[in-house]
Every structure is written in structure tokens, then in C-alpha cells.
């Protein structure tokens, strides 16, 4: 408590964390270093992408712990009882609701991918809204239905896939020659400028990320619910 | 590639990690090889950062090319350059030792496994190379994350401790990720050297915002070692878990916290602030002393052997906490240099205790009965490990309480000597009693010829290579540490004399 008192004001421009010429540096340069208007992106993709590379790493690695934990392979789960009261005919209007927003939602994660160095938006929030649309097809008819269009191996190549992506822009900039993860140099093998280059690697390492986030939701929500048997359950 | 050597330390394992989550599940003969080749990698990435460190002075990597405090920056001097190599060559030898235990106790889920063990390492060196604030919580996160499953992919006791561990160790994490945050609020900066600058700049030292932040984070630092009051998950998570898991979270987790901790107490708050302006290091070394004798006690008291380890490593954070707040250069020094030759003694005990464990499928240190005879390699490793822990010369372990003893007498922290000399008094008692029953077996007493019968038929043999080896690599590091003491004394010198102790240093 007696910390908080010590605190600058609410929104007070000379602040340390405002006035300081990190931020500074953020605000003013951000557009002309990166050519990226969004400069929260920006921060997060190209200042700190190292940062949030290993965010990616860290959904990544609970993606595979919760399968290393959960996950039974073969067929022990004998004494496992089959949940009858959820064996159910499909419900018309559930289905049909479902049917019709499905393909809108994963349109929007694209939208909310692709735009986020212009607006509010990226990888990890894109990611969990596709993610959000495979386990809305499982909840509204069953885990069997979504498995067949993301299967559990297809999930775990996708989940390392983006983090290859984003890590391989990283190597791509240290094998031509530049300090890890920096984007500039790979104007030399992309149409575009230095700068231009920034941001196109940030769109890059955005999609890594909601390949990741896409295949990690869905295949946490899977283990979960079907207990690690990857068979039945909600 | 040598200007790449700092990123390639943690790159490498980072890279094969991912290959082996994606190639594992097809081709599972494939993790075991392409991980302890990352990991030389690593150890060769590592050992040539610490040669430039030596020969040119702080070594500074920007990620991204950006200037700090824009972007990330390692910034490698002698201390962190020497617990990398320590790190990396622990995980390497770790990594050769899992070859078997890993297919033996989960063997349906080899490469999720390796996965989780190469982001570990990956997680620890990143945490010790960075100097980014905030970057130390992510690589915290991701060292946490795998080491909570790691633990809870053992038998069922193992889930149990495993998700007490991840109640408290996130718990610890939040703390230093509010001090961080603090820390920010207060200086509008994460780097940490920057971070450092702006406290004298702006001349807040005396600001109970920053007071806040250092005893947060110190708090959150100590949950995640395991010092003394706060090491109620560490006993049974590492008792239980499976034994490569164990044989890396044992040694490493808690070094590199400390790691972080002098990190953290030094270069972000200044050893002014620490030492000087709180005055609080007769509080702690008297934590310390509690520390040290209750895991000391604790362990006398466990039959089951990896549990009676985990135990020793209370006591030894114990040493090392009490050897940095003893504000004195050679207690600083002491705690340094503990860290490295602890991280091998540690190992060595843990990779005995997995073997015994994989031979056996006993815990108890009765299954030690009369291995002698039949396990001689094995247990000349542990000898050296057990010399080391009981500061024997002229293994490592003896160096290093040389220094942590000679730093508690010039400080005048004398109960923390008392407690250094009982603790090790101690360990000559649990290790002696292990050495009496591999030599002469469970009860001399009665029935000498039925008792050798039985057990000379039902008995392991020799344990195979690719456990022996990381064992008996370990012990000879042991030596190897003890009787270059002064070389590396000399690179942690280096960074010790960077600071002043006021009035009591020398």
C-alpha cells in the first residue's frame, strides 16, 4: 500500500514510464523504423520479438505438456465409462446456427490475423479465435466430428510449424548475416526495403503465432474433455 | 559464426526441440541422438562465449538489432558466461544419462519428453545469458512450464507434487513479475543495467515503490530456490518425478535462481542498495543458518533416497543464500563458485540415485544393500559425489565451502561458519551410512549366507554405459572443478571486485 502512494498519477505525461526515452523512442520512431502503424505491434513483434517468441514457446510447451501429461495412448481406458447421456442426435437448430457462424468466425481470425499491424489484432488473439471455431464444432456436435478435419498428429505439426515460423525468421536474419531476429536484413531475399521488410516479417511471425495458438486451443480442449483419450467425450 | 556464439547457446537446443516435437511421434529413435547433439552445441556455443568473455570483457548481443533499452540485449559478462557453461554441460550430461530412463519409465511418450527437456534447458539459458528484466520472467515461464510437467509425467505421487509446485512456483513468479513491474513504473525502463542507471539518475533509492520491488522479487526469486520457509514443493516433486527429470531440475533450477537472484540483487538494485542503505544481511544469514540446518536435519531423517537429496538441496541453497548476504567479497565468491560445483555435485548424487532407481525399482537407500560387489563403477561415482557434498578435498565441493567459511569469518558471521561445518557433519553422517550398507549390506548381524546368496543371484549388474558414462563424467568434472579452483576463482573474481562492500569488504 505504501508503494502504491509512491506512484505517479494516473496518466501523468511526465511519469517515468512516459516521459522516459524508451517510450519516447516508441512513439516517434515506430512508423519510420518499422513502417508498421500499429506501434503496439510493432513493440511486440519486432522490439521485443524475442520476448514473444518464447510467449509463443511457452503456449507451445503447454500445448505438449498437457498432452505429456493427459494424453493415454492404446486402449487401457477400458474402465473408462462411455458418457451414454451424451450420445445425442444432432439438434437441427444447433447444427444449423453452427454450420452458418463457423466459416464467419475463421473468416474473422484471418481478418484479425492478417490486419495486425494495422489495427488492433494479431497472431494470439487470431489464433484463439480460429481455435475458438474448431472446438465450437466439437462442443456442437463431437470431438470424433472435429478430429476428422484437424486430427491430433495434424495439430502437433501445425502447433511446431508456427513456432518454426517464427523462429525461422529469426534464423533467416543470423544465417544472412544479422544479429537473430532482425527482420531488416531479409530485404535481400524480399521484394521490399529494408524497412518494408520489418513489416513483412511481422506479418510472417504473426501467422507463426496463430498457428501455434489455432492448434494448441483445440488440442488442449481436446485432451481435457475427452480425459486423453482423444475417442469420446463432450 | 563467432559473433553468433551468445544466441547459438540457447538457438541450438531451442531449433532441435521443435524438430523433435514435429519428426518424434514418426521417428522416435531420432530424439535421444539429435538432443544430446543440440546440447554439445550448446556446451561448444557456451565454452566459446566464455573464452571471448575472458579475453575481450562483457560481451553485448542485440536481438533484433535493436539498441537497448529498445530491444532485448544478452549481455554476457564472467558470471553469467561461467553458469552457462555449467548449465549446458549439466544438461549434456543429463541428456546422455536419459537414454535409457527415459524409454524405461515413459515410453509411450519419448518425444513429448525430449521436447520438454530441451525447452527446459533452453528456458535456464535463456534466464542466464538476457539482461532484460522482463525477458528473465518469459524464460522463467517457459523453464516453469516444462519443469511442471516434467515432474508430473512420473507415477501418481509425482502429478500430486508437481501441481503443488505449480500453485507455488506461480505464485513465486507473479511476485517478481509485479516487482518487475514496479520496477517500471518507477524507471520506464526493463533492461537491467538501464534500469540500474535510472535509480541513481533519477535518485530513488529511498522511494518505497523500489523498496516494494526488491522485496517482492527477492521473495519471488527465494519461492522458486527453495529457501528454507518457502521450500514446501521441492522434497517431493523431485523425489517423485522420473529420474532424468529429477537429474536436471535438481542440479539446475534452483543454481540458476540463485544465479538470478546475485543477478538481480547486484546489477539491477546495486550492492549499495542491498548491503548499505537496508542493512538487513545479519536477518538473512541468520535465514540462511535456519535454512542450512533444517534441510541438513530434514534429510537425516528420509529413508528414501532421492528424498534425503532433495533435502540436501534446501541445506545448500541455504549455503549459497547466506553466502551472497554475508556482504563480503570471498562469501560472494564462495556462493559463485557453489553454484557451479554444486550443479555437478548435485548431478552426481542424482544420476546415482536414477540408476539405482532404474536397476532396483527401490527407493529406499536399502536397495543399496551390497552394490560394492556389483555395481563397483557406479559407486566410485557415487564416492566422489559424496566426498564432494562432504567437502572432502580435493573435490569441488570443498573449495567452495573453503570460501563460503573463509568470507563467514572475515564478515564475523560466525554461526553461519557453526552451521556450514553441522551441515556438513551431516552429510559425512547420511553418506557414510549409504557407503555402510553398499559395502557391507543391510544386516551384517544375522544370516550372512543366506542373506549374500540371495542377493548375489537376484542382484543388478553393472549399470550400462549411457548412465555410467554421465556419472562417472560427472564425478571426474568434480575433481576436475576442485583442482582448478583457482582459475575459476580468478574469472569470478572478475566480477565480484566490480563492487564495493562499503566498510566491510576487503
Known amino acids: ?234 | 559464426m563467432i559473433e553468433q556464439a551468445p544466441a547459438l547457446i540457447l538457438l541450438v537446443p531451442f531449433f532441435v526441440s521443435i524438430f523433435v516435437a514435429l519428426l518424434g511421434n514418426r521417428f522416435q529413435g531420432i530424439c535421444f541422438p539429435l538432443s544430446v547433439l543440440s546440447l554439445i552445441g550448446s556446451v561448444a556455443a557456451s565454452v566459446t562465449t566464455l573464452g571471448r568473455v575472458i579475453n575481450e570483457g562483457t560481451i553485448r548481443y542485440r536481438l533484433g538489432g535493436w539498441e537497448p533499452p529498445m530491444g532485448i540485449e544478452f549481455r554476457i559478462d564472467a558470471l553469467n558466461a561461467l553458469v552457462a557453461v555449467a548449465v549446458s554441460g549439466v544438461g549434456l550430461l543429463a541428456a546422455i544419462y536419459s537414454k535409457r530412463a527415459v524409454l524405461a519409465e515413459t515410453p509411450d511418450k519419448v518425444s513429448q519428453y525430449y521436447t520438454l527437456f530441451l525447452l527446459l534447458i533452453t528456458g535456464l539459458l535463456g534466464m542466464v545469458i538476457t539482461g532484460d528484466a522482463f525477458n528473465l520472467y518469459v524464460l522463467l515461464e517457459v523453464s516453469a512450464l516444462t519443469s511442471y510437467a516434467l515432474i508430473a509425467m512420473g507415477p501418481k505421487r509425482a502429478t500430486l507434487a508437481a501441481y503443488k509446485y505449480v500453485i507455488i512456483g506461480t505464485i513465486g513468479a507473479s511476485f517478481y513479475l509485479l516487482g518487475v513491474g514496479y520496477l517500471y513504473i518507477k524507471t520506464g525502463s526493463l533492461n537491467m543495467f538501464d534500469i540500474h542507471e535510472q535509480l541513481i539518475a533519477r535518485d530513488i533509492f529511498d522511494s518505497p515503490a523500489i523498496l516494494v520491488a526488491f522485496i517482492v522479487i527477492t521473495v519471488g526469486v527465494w519461492i522458486k530456490m527453495a529457501f528454507f520457509p518457502l521450500h514446501a514443493w521441492l522434497p517431493n516433486s523431485y523425489a517423485y518425478a522420473p529420474t532424468t527429470s529429477s537429474a536436471i531440475l535438481g542440479p539446475l533450477m534452483t543454481k540458476v535462481m540463485i544465479y538470478v537472484m546475485i543477478r538481480l540483487t547486484f546489477t539491477v538494485f546495486g550492492s549499495d542498495f542491498a548491503f548499505i542503505q537496508l542493512d538487513w544481511s545479519d536477518i538473512i544469514v541468520w535465514m540462511s543458518v535456519v535454512a542450512i540446518l533444517a534441510g541438513s536435519i530434514s534429510a537425516l531423517a528420509q529413508t528414501d533416497l532421492r528424498k534425503m537429496l532433495s533435502f540436501l538441496i534446501i541445506a545448500e541453497v541455504g549455503y549459497m543464500v547466506g553466502g551472497v548476504w554475508l556482504a563480503d567479497d570471498m562469501g560472494l565468491v564462495g556462493s559463485i563458485y557453489h553454484i557451479i560445483a554444486d550443479a555437478f555435485m548435485t548431478l552426481c548424487v542424482f544420476l546415482f540415485a536414477g540408476i539405482i532407481f532404474v536397476k532396483t525399482g527401490k527407493r529406499d537407500i536399502t536397495a543399496l544393500d551390497g552394490l560394492f560387489t556389483k555395481m563397483p563403477l557406479t559407486m566410485v561415482g557415487l564416492l566422489v559425489g559424496a566426498f564432494s557434498l562432504i567437502g572432502i578435498p580435493p573435490t569441488a565441493g570443498f573449495f567452495s565451502k573453503w570460501y563460503l567459511i573463509q568470507g563467514g569469518v572475515a564478515s564475523g558471521h560466525w554461526e553461519y561458519v557453526i552451521a556450514l561445518l553441522i551441515s556438513s557433519l551431516i552429510n559425512a553422517v547420511l553418506f557414510f551410512r549409504i557407503i555402510e550398507i553398499a559395502y557391507f549390506g543391510v544386516k551384517p548381524a544375522e544370516g550372512h549366507g543366506h542373506h549374500d546368496s540371495d542377493t548375489h543371484e537376484s542382484g543388478p549388474n553393472e549399470a550400462s554405459f549411457s548412465m555410467l558414462f554421465p556419472l562417472l563424467a560427472t564425478a571426474a568434472a568434480l575433481l576436475v572443478i576442485g583442482l582448478y579452483n583457482q582459475d575459476i576463482v580468478a574469472i569470478i573474481s572478475s566480477f565480484v571486485s566490480q563492487f564495493n562492500f562499503g566498510v566491510i569488504g576487503i
Open chain 1, 1 to 234: 500500500m505504501s508503494a502504491v502512494s509512491d506512484f505517479p498519477d494516473w496518466g501523468d505525461p511526465n511519469s517515468p514510464a512516459n516521459s522516459y526515452r524508451l517510450s519516447q523512442h516508441y512513439v516517434t520512431e515506430t512508423i519510420h523504423e518499422t513502417s508498421v502503424p500499429n506501434m503496439v505491434t510493432a513493440v511486440l513483434a519486432d522490439y521485443r520479438g524475442y520476448d514473444t517468441m518464447f510467449e509463443t514457446v511457452v503456449i507451445f510447451t503447454a500445448g505438449i505438456a498437457i498432452i505429456g501429461i493427459l494424453r493415454r495412448f492404446g486402449n487401457d481406458d477400458k474402465d473408462a465409462a462411455k458418457p451414454t447421456l451424451y450420445t445425442k442426435k444432432p439438434d437441427l437448430i444447433i447444427d444449423t446456427t453452427c454450420r452458418l457462424m463457423i466459416p464467419i468466425i475463421q473468416l474473422f481470425a484471418l481478418y484479425v490475423i492478417a490486419h495486425g499491424h494495422h489495427s488492433p489484432g494479431g497472431g494470439f488473439q487470431g489464433g484463439v479465435i480460429f481455435g475458438a471455431s474448431f472446438i465450437l464444432l466439437a462442443v456442437s456436435r463431437d470431438l470424433q466430428a472435429a478430429q476428422k478435419w484437424v486430427p491430433e498428429k495434424r495439430i502437433l505439426n501445425l502447433a511446431g510449424i508456427g513456432v518454426l515460423i517464427y523462429a525461422g525468421f529469426g534464423l533467416g536474419s543470423l544465417l544472412l548475416g544479422q544479429n537473430f531476429l532482425d527482420y531488416a536484413i531479409l530485404h535481400k531475399i524480399m521484394p521490399a526495403t529494408p524497412i518494408e521488410a520489418r513489416s513483412h516479417s511481422m506479418l510472417g511471425v504473426e501467422i507463426g503465432v496463430a498457428f501455434t495458438v489455432t492448434a494448441i486451443m483445440f488440442s488442449i480442449y481436446s485432451n481435457l474433455a475427452s480425459n486423453g483419450s482423444m475417442k469420446e467425450g463432450l
